[in-house]
Each structure stands twice: as structure tokens, then as C-alpha cells.
């Protein structure tokens, strides 16, 4: 295997992963949308599940532009940088939202009670804040960027660069839309004007875990894997 199908190999996988957050959707909805969560019964697994997902999501998502970083550098250093910092600050914001939702966790666990259901009620709207941030606004910058950087390298189909571009539109759009109150931050237009770029990432992630990146001239040195020097025995090359 080449160098350069290893990396499509890894980013790919990486992609995946990212959606492994899908569930948390549904897993913080007793949190976000539960006034009185603070003060209920019953046990917090399926969110305290929810938050190590988004930590691995997060870790994941750093992975990618890790991953992609030697490829894409190829094309545009200060690109391929400004990409791995929007998923960097990406991850970021998702570990902060999870510390939102852990604290609110917390305080139920220790038996605050109605004396911690603003402080409650406040970092389950700051947790709000923060996803519109890192889980909208950021994978727009990523989607544009990269997006960029692969459409003008043609490392993959072309189709792929444009979905992004597409989804990245639609997505701020939504995000302008949960920001003046036209619609909730989960609700129907939010979630179809995310789909695209949803696809956009999962697309690209199945794509680089069974193609690989097309040929490519900034990638040419890399198409080949290095032939192994080491002859049997240890000796020496030219050695009889």
C-alpha cells in the first residue's frame, strides 16, 4: 500500500467516525429540552454515552485534517493550516459543550436541587450556543476549505468539492436562522438544510476509505509505496 492510500486510508476512517455523534442527538434531548432535568429521577448513562461519543467525535475530526494535512499542504500550505485549525477549534467547542452537559450531570448527581436549576437551565443554553459555533459554523469553514483545496487538486471527483460547497451555503444559512430566532436549534429546517453537508462528509469518508485519492501531478511522489531495501540475511546492497 502507497503512502498516499495509507493517509486516504486513515482520513477516511476518521470521517466515519465523526458519526458516531448522531445518537447524542437524541441522547441530550432529557438535557436541552427539560427544564426541570435537574430535579428528575432515574439514571444519566445515556447522556454521560452522548458525551464520550462527542469527545471521540471530536478527536476524530482533528484526526482528519491531521491526516490530510501532508496532501493537502501540497496544494495550499496556508489552506491545508487554516483547515486543520477550523477542525482543531471545532473539537474544541464540542469538549466545551460536553463539560456544559457533564456539569449539569454533576450538580444533579450531588443533589442540587431546585437551588441549581437556573445554573442548570444556564449551561444547557450556553451548551446550545456552543454547538451552533462548533457544529455548524465550523464544519462550514472546514467544508470551504477543504472543499478548496480538493476541487483544485482534483484528488477526488469533483462532484464531492461542490456537494461541499453547496452544504456549506445551506448550513450557514441555518445557522443564520437559529441565530435571529426564525426557527429552534433542533427543529425540520435545521436539520435539512444540514444534510448536505452531512452527506458531503460521509460521502468523502466512504470515497477515501474505497478509491483512495485520484492521481494526481502535487501527489505523484507519493503514488508509489517505497521498495523495501533490506536484503535477507542483513547484508549489505552490492554485497556479495
Not at 35 to 42: E, F, N, R
Not at 44 to 60: K, P, W
Not at 96 to 119: D, E, F, K
Request: net charge positive.
Amino acid at each position: 500500500m502507497s503512502p498516499l492510500r495509507k493517509t486516504a486510508l486513515v482520513a477516511g476512517v476518521f470521517y466515519l467516525i465523526t458519526f458516531v455523534s448522531i445518537p447524542t442527538l437524541f441522547l441530550y434531548t432529557q438535557v436541552l429540552h427539560n427544564a426541570k432535568y435537574i430535579l428528575g429521577p432515574g439514571p444519566d448513562t445515556a447522556v454521560l454515552f452522548g458525551g464520550i461519543s462527542e469527545i471521540i467525535v471530536a478527536l476524530a475530526g482533528v484526526g482528519t485534517a491531521i491526516a490530510l494535512y501532508p496532501v493537502l499542504k501540497r496544494q495550499s500550505e496556508g489552506r491545508a493550516l487554516g483547515f486543520v485549525a477550523t477542525r482543531t477549534l471545532e473539537g474544541a467547542g464540542l469538549l466545551a459543550g460536553v463539560a456544559c452537559i457533564l456539569a449539569i450531570v454533576s450538580l444533579r448527581q450531588a443533589g442540587a436541587g431546585a437551588g441549581a436549576l437556573v445554573v442548570a437551565q444556564t449551561l444547557a443554553i450556553l451548551y446550545a450556543r456552543i454547538a451552533l459555533l462548533s457544529q455548524s459554523l465550523m464544519p462550514a469553514l472546514n467544508a470551504v476549505l477543504l472543499g478548496s483545496l480538493l476541487y483544485q487538486s482534483r484528488l477526488v471527483p469533483r462532484v464531492l468539492p461542490l456537494l461541499a460547497f453547496v452544504g456549506a451555503a445551506l448550513l450557514i444559512v441555518g445557522d443564520m436562522g437559529t441565530l435571529f430566532s426564525f426557527w429552534a436549534p433542533v427543529s425540520a429546517p435545521t436539520a435539512l438544510l444540514a444534510i448536505p453537508i452531512a452527506l458531503w462528509e460521509f460521502s468523502l469518508g466512504v470515497y477515501l476509505v474505497v478509491k483512495g485519492f485520484k492521481p494526481s501531478p502535487i501527489t505523484s511522489d507519493m503514488e508509489t509505496a517505497k521498495p523495501d531495501r533490506r536484503i535477507p540475511g542483513g547484508a549489505a546492497a552490492g554485497v556479495a
